[in-house]
């Protein structure tokens, strides 16, 4: 979760991390956390440890994607400083309610904890900019033909949460499969971030998947909905209503993003208006990826 940017230069003002289960179990998160903020020179960002679990389904992870250890398997040391004693829903509402100004949430994971926060604590709806999530996909699937992991893994939780942002007036931003590939970074530019820990840990993660999917380029993944906040201006989003499938067999945690080019009468439609958010659908790659570098370096 962040503040408005101050000033003109591209920077994130860090109030605190909340961590769920999702590419791997909530404590290899925090653990994950913990070490990517000391590399960053950020030990005084709050991290708190969340859901462990889905609402209803049963837990799966992405270690085939990610390492055993959730984090490239690169035997990085961990940090020496422990998790916020709060629950991490705790630790957003408190974070929340004590700030001065509105602040966007960014989910790169399942939104268990975020469902939970606005259907536990609504009054924190005020204090929220925006919500721009990784997650979702208008035409794509990688979990499944359907379905992108990170609403796959929590479909309630995704939907829970675009219900309760339509009623308590939140923006949301969905930074979906359809945009998550396209900025990459090269072998030869990651063999390049050298110096800080920051860059160093950076370039071995575009590293790791380089050689896990023998390819010579990698995404920078999640954190292009990082570069969004930073730098709208380099993703193109339509406004659409969508809604995440909760029953299909072969559709289940699919987010079904209207794209019907005309208002004409949808009465015959028995599902009625679905919450209206924005939909990522094109983003300016090479941008995003320098802004990645850039920031790292």
Request: hydrophobic content about 45%; glycine content about 10%.
């Amino acid at each position: 979760m962040r503040a408005a940017p101050r000033g003109p230069t591209p920077s994130l003002d860090l109030r605190a991390v909340s961590c769920v289960g999702g590419n791997a179990p909530v404590d290899d998160v925090v653990r994950n956390t913990l070490i990517a903020l000391h590399a960053a020179g950020r030990d005084d960002v709050p991290v708190a440890r969340g859901a462990d679990r889905p609402l209803l389904e049963t837990p799966v992870d992405a270690r085939h994607v990610h390492g055993e250890d959730g984090m490239g398997d690169l035997g990085w040391p961990p940090a020496q400083r422990g998790s916020d004693p709060r629950h991490a829903v705790e630790l957003l509402r408190d974070t929340l309610l004590a700030s001065a100004e509105r602040i966007t949430l960014i989910p790169l994971a399942p939104m268990t904890n975020i469902a939970l926060l606005l259907r536990t604590y609504p009054q924190v709806a005020g204090k929220i900019e925006r919500i721009v999530f990784m997650g979702g996909a208008a035409d794509v699937g990688n979990a499944t033909a359907s379905a992108e992991f990170n609403v796959f893994h929590d479909p309630e939780a995704a939907a829970i949460v675009l219900a309760a942002t339509a009623e308590l007036g939140v923006p949301v931003t969905m930074y979906g499969l359809d945009v998550f590939y396209a900025p990459v970074v090269t072998r030869a530019e990651a063999a390049a971030l050298t110096g800080s820990d920051a860059a160093r840990l950076g370039g071995a993660l575009i590293t790791f998947q380089c050689d896990r999917f023998h390819r010579d380029e990698a995404t920078i993944g999640d954190a292009g909905a990082v570069c969004a906040v930073i730098d709208p201006g380099g993703l193109t989003t339509q406004e659409r209503p969508m809604r995440v499938e909760l029953g299909g067999s072969w559709s289940r945690g699919r987010t079904i993003v209207d794209r019907r080019d005309w208002d004409g009468d949808m009465s015959h439609d028995p599902h009625g208006p679905a919450p209206r958010i924005d939909v990522a659908l094109a983003v300016d790659a090479i941008r995003y990826a320098n802004l990645w570098q850039e920031t790292l370096r």
